[in-house]
């Protein structure tokens, strides 16, 4: 009860202590939203980077003693689909008689139950059938039909026989983002890759089967092949080591994003620490009056911390709704050019039940820290400073309780950056980070504050008042200095990171990089 009353009589004191914490928790939320739902869509897909459940891959032909084994592993197992691909990389040509360009492709040769998973996007919009390859047929990449000067229809030589184009490859599934490629795809039939002569003695080429199994045969089935065919130049794996990859980098991005979300909070976190400690101030007579009602310290103390916390809660909601109205103000661009990009499903545009949970408990938690050491301020006020009016509170020198209560929170604040991160060493530099630079910034606004006393005497009224107030007592000199100071830091660092970032793809994407690499 105690609470609501003060709450109803403070609250637009308390406005901007509201307002921080909805802001950083915002910031935490939409982060770590955005790239879990990322990471889901992938995640989701991942089969289709594959195209089976399972695959074995050898760059050497499939010898008897190899196609014996996977066939005493999958003896037995039911609803076994099983399919064959090969690729190669090799020389297209033009038809003889015209323009004589030729281009660097890759080639993969499948079978007719090639993919288990995904689906071709073709540029006619036809849906994808193996009959498209029938009587030397080829899907080939845009890239080919523009640097060779060709169009759908015409015909291409590829090792000894010529196929005819049959239509554009959109997207491809099994063929995994983020792959070194040494030029355009192109899709044959399995049985017209033996008529190239591209397989012949020394050639080199990759050949795999795809699994498709049920879904609870799958681990022992990759561990029993790998045991069998280890020693037979041939690695088996499944679709799940692709979505373990794509969740480890995406949740590497989401862990480093957040931690700016938590940096965010970090600083409103210090504007919540500074609004604390003038609202202690201008209730002093109130826990003077509670206090001669007979409430104990302990008392009064969780009045005030129950109220930061209903605060501290209610500013986190605030910032789940900021976080889904960012989300859904996303450009609806933004989301179709990454499902362009990788073939997969739109990413979805809502907030995430984990981001919630991990949004609300770091904004209460944030709230309650920050606002503690003030609060204990409290312990200081007397039932007599009822009688003495104007009398403030004065810290004394050293405070052993205080200090006590510092390193407990400076701890709790390096687990949860860890929890952000991901990481405990990476917690404690983040924290340990912010701990320096305050300290810098505390002894340089000393600095600054005893530098400025000259101008104490200025004949000039606003100067000489200016500089009179920014050492008066219960001023928001250093507070001000320190929350601006470690918002610059945090502003500069983060802009230099990505200015660096930028750097390193522009070399890696400048206009005169070479065409293959030996």
Not at 163 to 184: A, K, N
Not at 207 to 215: G, H, M, S, Y
Not at 285 to 298: D, E, I, N
Request: overall charge neutral; some cysteine; proline content about 3%.
């Amino acid at each position: 009860a105690m609470v609501w009353r003060e709450l109803r009589a403070t609250w637009h004191r308390l406005l901007f202590f509201f307002l921080c914490v909805a802001i950083g928790v915002g910031g935490i939320v939409a982060i770590r939203s955005l790239v879990q739902n990322v990471r889901s869509a992938l995640a989701s897909e991942a089969r289709s980077l594959t195209a089976g459940d399972v695959y074995l891959r050898s760059d050497q032909p499939w010898s008897q003693e190899a196609r014996g084994a996977i066939a005493s592993r999958l003896d037995g197992i039911p609803d076994l689909a099983v399919t064959e691909t090969v690729d190669t990389v090799t020389m297209a040509r033009v038809a003889p008689g015209s323009n004589g360009r030729a281009k660097v492709v890759e080639v993969r040769a499948v079978q007719s139950a090639f993919p288990f998973y995904g689906r071709f996007v073709l540029e006619s919009g036809k849906e994808y059938s193996s009959m498209l390859l029938d009587e030397r047929g080829a899907l080939v990449g845009s890239e080919v039909l523009t640097q060779l000067g060709i169009s759908v229809g015409d015909a291409i030589a590829i090792g000894t026989i010529e196929f005819q184009i049959r239509d554009v490859i959109v997207t491809e599934p099994g063929r995994q983002l983020g792959g070194f490629s040494f030029g355009p795809r192109v899709i044959i039939a399995y049985d017209a890759l033996e008529q190239t002569g591209l397989l012949d003695f020394a050639s080199r080429a990759e050949r795999q089967i795809l699994l498709k199994v049920p879904e609870a045969s799958i681990g022992s089935l990759v561990d029993s092949l790998r045991d069998d065919l280890g020693e037979m130049f041939v690695s088996v794996g499944s679709y799940r080591r692709t979505e373990n990859r794509i969740e480890r980098h995406l949740g590497r991005a989401e862990d480093y994003l957040s931690l700016i979300g938590f940096v965010v909070l970090i600083i409103g976190g210090i504007g919540v620490w500074s609004v604390t400690r003038v609202f202690v101030q201008q209730r002093l007579r109130s826990v003077a009056v509670m206090k001669c009602l007979g409430a104990t310290t302990g008392r009064v103390l969780s009045v005030y911390v129950v109220q930061v916390g209903l605060l501290g809660f209610s500013g986190s909601l605030l910032g789940v709704g900021l976080a889904q109205v960012g989300l859904m103000s996303l450009p609806d661009s933004l989301a179709s050019q990454a499902a362009e990009a990788t073939g997969f499903a739109v990413v979805s545009a809502t907030v995430t039940g984990a981001a919630i949970a991990q949004g609300l408990v770091i904004g209460v938690l944030i709230s309650i820290l920050f606002a503690l050491i003030p609060l204990v301020d409290i312990r200081n006020v007397k039932p007599i400073m009822l009688l003495r009016s104007g009398e403030t509170l004065q810290a004394s020198p050293f405070d052993s309780f205080r200090v006590a209560l510092g390193g407990a929170i400076a701890v709790l604040l390096v687990v949860v950056a860890s929890w952000q991160a991901d990481s405990f060493e990476v917690g404690a530099y983040v924290v340990g980070g912010f701990v320096s630079v305050a300290a810098v910034l505390h002894v340089l606004s000393r600095i600054l504050v005893q530098s400025l006393r000259p101008l104490e005497g200025a004949k000039w009224f606003p100067l000489r008042h200016a500089v009179l107030n920014l050492r008066r007592s219960g001023n928001q000199t250093r507070v001000v200095l320190l929350a601006v100071g470690l918002g610059s830091f945090f502003i500069v660092g983060t802009r230099a990171v990505q200015e660096n970032l930028v750097t390193a793809f522009s070399l890696e994407l400048r206009d005169d990089m070479p065409d293959m690499f030996m």
